[in-house]
């Protein structure tokens, strides 16, 4: 999510690293484990801290917290790493309108109908 919101292709990341980005697709995805210095070299040019990659562990599996049915911070963060949404969050933030903003969250809570109990 990180890569992709600062603008950088996995080669590019890569390359920063001194790897392929055949390398960095498998970071991604979680086929290889990435050592403490190699995490610590990717927060530096993500420019975020290294706890940033931490945030919101253990993952609690849960789609909704119980006790305010507000998505989970894991469900939100799975959310925003996908492709859509951080494309339509990047498209949301970007609608000057703050009046046409909350129609568009209107519309959209009406097409997803009453929320599960």
Same mark, same amino acid.
């Given at each position: 999510m990180?890569?992709?919101m600062?603008g950088?292709?996995?080669?590019?990341?890569g390359?920063a690293l001194?790897?392929?980005?055949?390398?960095?697709q498998?970071?991604e995805?979680?086929?290889?484990r990435?050592?403490? *210095?190699?995490?610590?070299h990717?927060?530096q040019? &993500? =420019?975020?801290p290294a706890? @940033?990659f931490?945030e919101?562990?253990?993952?609690?599996?849960?789609?909704?917290?119980?006790?305010?049915?507000?998505?989970?911070?894991q469900?939100v *963060?799975?959310y925003l790493?996908?492709?859509?949404? &951080? =494309?339509l969050t990047?498209? @949301?933030?970007?609608i000057?309108d703050?009046?046409?903003?909350?129609?568009?969250?209107n519309?959209?809570?009406?097409i997803a109908?009453?929320?599960?109990?």
């Open positions: 990180r890569r992709l600062r950088l292709s996995q080669a590019a990341l390359d001194g790897l392929t980005f055949q390398q960095v498998k970071y995805k979680g086929k290889n990435i050592g403490a *210095s190699r995490l610590q990717i927060s040019i &993500l =420019q975020v706890k @940033f931490f919101g562990m253990p993952h609690e599996g849960r789609r909704h917290d119980p006790q305010t049915s507000a998505p989970s911070a469900y *963060s799975d790493a996908s492709e859509d949404g &951080l =494309q990047k498209a @949301f933030l970007a000057a703050a009046r046409l903003r909350r129609s568009i969250v519309l959209v809570e009406c109908g009453p929320e599960d109990p």
